[in-house]
């Protein structure tokens, strides 16, 4: 081949030069770009895996949240009305005092008043022996002149 005569020549041929240069490196290249490309494809079904694998342990993390939820609902609610339960029966109850207390207080003032009264218009015990033992003298003096009257006639 000749050498170049001209400028524009010579600009050509180191023009085509560096060209052939470019395509020497991307040739070179080659190898290294099919490796990444391979390398990423690897990596791709690396990660579609591990994926799977994280699906399935927040799935299990999932369901394990869900039941301590439900257990920890569970428990909230049972306190609740076992709190409730016993609010109800502290109320209830002492609604029924409040009840008793106003219907035996006054049962129990109406017959204090009677037990008063009737203690009160109660006679001593010797009072009424001494009644029955005057009701006897009374008769017996009363059959006694009833007898003199009839043998003095």
Do not use: N
């Not at 339960?85 to 003032?109: D, K, M, P, W, Y």
């Amino acid at each position: 081949m000749k050498p170049p005569s001209t400028a524009r020549e010579a600009l050509i041929v180191e023009a085509i030069g560096d060209v052939a240069g470019l395509l020497d490196r991307i040739e070179a290249l080659m190898p290294a770009i099919d490796a990444s490309r391979q390398a990423a494809a690897d990596a791709g079904a690396q990660l579609a895996a591990g994926l799977e694998a994280l699906e399935g342990r927040m799935a299990a993390v999932t369901e394990t949240a869900r039941t301590q939820v439900v257990q920890h609902i569970v428990r909230r609610t049972e306190e609740a009305a076992r709190r409730a339960q016993e609010i109800q029966s502290r109320a209830i109850t002492e609604a029924a005092r409040e009840v008793f207390r106003g219907e035996v207080e006054r049962s129990l003032q109406q017959l204090a008043t009677a037990v008063q009264a009737a203690s009160y218009r109660r006679r001593p015990a010797w009072e009424a022996w001494l009644t029955h033992a005057s009701t006897a003298v009374m008769a017996s003096a009363a059959t006694w002149l009833l007898m003199v009257w009839s043998w003095g006639r």
